[in-house]
């Protein structure tokens, strides 16, 4: 089962768990938990391409399935603003085995991270703000994954 | 027409989240040239980095943008 959202309300990770385990050909789940970090952050908005973000999203997913062979994908990336220790995103992997949901899990959150239109801006405890600028590892990380072919 | 959006930190620098062009078909590149003209302040905005979707898909410069097709401008992405 693939299971796409963007929604700025929270979401519950145990349920989100349990949907993809009611599954006999499941015998491991990953789940991966981003949120809001930094002493000095009070909050952060996250702005978002409507129509563009569901379809790079449902992409990636499909990837990681043709690619590790799952039994269900759940990425769930919250919009709006969030505040320090928010969860922003959810990415739930479901397969037989745990190396192809550890491994699908990981490369989900890498191309998700260079291909999802998304764009965060900081609001700092001193009340300035400002646009998070992308990090040279993450393109790396992505880079990694599309050259194992 | 062509419709063009703007996101994040261009959308802001901007101060212009969508608008309407009339020449079409055009190349991603070309028109990014002809709107980087328009004064310095777009020049800077869109910078080398400068990410493009035509009909909600990356493109690349040499990219044919068709009469009716979305295009988007944006800064490279931060999310997750």
Not at chain 1, 8 to 19: A, G, L, T, Y
Not at chain 1, 84 to 97: D, F, K, Q, S
Not at chain 2, 33 to 40: K, M, V, W
Request: aromatic share 6%.
């Amino acid at each position: 089962m693939q299971r796409i959202l963007v929604q700025s309300s929270p979401f519950d990770q145990d349920d989100e768990c349990q949907r993809q385990s009611d599954n006999h050909q499941v015998g491991a789940v990953v789940s991966f938990v981003g949120q809001v970090r930094g002493t000095d952050i009070a909050s952060l908005t996250l702005e978002h391409y409507p129509g563009m973000t569901e379809q790079a999203l449902r992409r990636i997913a499909q990837q990681a399935d043709e690619r590790w062979r799952l039994q269900g994908v759940t990425i769930i990336h919250r919009v709006g603003e969030l505040t320090r220790g928010e969860p922003i995103v959810l990415v739930l992997t479901a397969a037989a085995h745990r190396q192809q949901a550890f491994a699908a899990c990981a490369y989900i959150m890498d191309i998700l991270k260079t291909q999802a239109p998304f764009w965060k801006k900081e609001r700092k405890l001193d009340g300035s703000t400002h646009w998070v600028e992308a990090r040279e590892e993450d393109a790396e990380a992505a880079a990694q994954w599309l050259s194992d072919g | 027409m062509i419709r063009i959006l703007y996101f994040g930190q261009l959308r802001e620098m901007l101060g212009c989240h969508a608008e309407e062009w009339a020449e079409a078909p055009i190349a991603v590149s070309a028109l990014l040239e002809q709107l980087r003209a328009r004064s310095p302040a777009w020049r800077e905005a869109l910078d080398e980095r400068t990410l493009c979707a035509v009909n909600q898909t990356l493109a690349k410069g040499h990219a044919l943008i068709q009469d009716g097709d979305e295009v988007a401008f944006f800064p490279p992405v931060t999310g997750g």
